[in-house]
């Protein structure tokens, strides 16, 4: 009688579950051959399906032929940026992925920037025009000392404290519209903002590695178009 009970109950839940979205895209289904990588940050896809980003410093490219280099060079020089970007792009959409970084650094999700991050990789950077600035970039913060937290909308809107689990996966969600944004971390709504008037609607999605010393690592990458 149990055993018939429990099974009752499980077919139940089983019922009650809903079915995964069919219109849902998974954007690592060809590997990375729908990406592309812009910068010198080394980006891999593994066998288990997880994406690792992390750099092998260029000291040439510091140095260029100079024997020293200022406190600014060598700063610029060290939050120079790379980005993996989808090569499609994208308006109002759903966007779900799992992320984890591996040390004190700094990540992010770009959306609907029409430069593609080439003023973040840019020697020296130029940080009026990156993504943040252009599109939107919807931060990752692993004690990094930056006053915008995991989930804010960069430069637009500060996220909640306190969202982000430390040594091991978290999700994020974004919603993308033409009349806002919202983010989602592990769940809890963590910053929304009604869209910059002067900025695109449409673009591509990015993966940001940000600095010499972050190593972050990206999985289950969905996307459903609105």
Do not use: C
């Amino acid at each position: 009688m149990i055993h018939t009970m429990r099974t009752l109950l499980a077919l139940l839940l089983i019922a009650a579950a809903p079915a995964p979205a069919a219109d849902w895209v998974d954007l690592l289904k060809n590997g990375l051959q729908d990406w592309e990588v812009l910068g010198d940050g080394i980006w891999r896809f593994r066998s288990d399906r997880v994406i690792t980003a992390h750099r092998k410093p260029d000291v040439d490219k510091l140095f260029e032929g100079r024997e020293s280099v200022t406190k600014k060079e060598l700063h610029q020089w060290e939050i120079n940026q790379s980005w993996l970007y989808t090569k499609a792009e994208y308006g109002e959409f759903d966007l779900h992925l799992q992320y984890w970084v591996r040390t004190p650094g700094n990540s992010g999700v770009s959306l609907r920037d029409p430069t593609r991050a080439q003023y973040g990789i840019a020697h020296p950077p130029d940080f009026k025009k990156t993504p943040s600035k252009v599109g939107y970039e919807i931060q990752i913060n692993q004690d990094w000392p930056d006053k915008w937290p995991t989930g804010s909308i960069y430069g637009l809107a500060q996220a909640k404290e306190g969202l982000e689990r430390h040594g091991e996966w978290n999700t994020l969600n974004i919603e993308s519209r033409e009349d806002g944004i919202r983010v989602f971390v592990n769940g809890v709504l963590a910053a929304e903002h009604p869209g910059h008037p002067d900025r695109p609607l449409t673009g591509p999605i990015g993966l940001q590695l940000h600095d010499q010393s972050s190593f972050v690592m990206f999985r289950d990458i969905w996307l459903l178009e609105r």
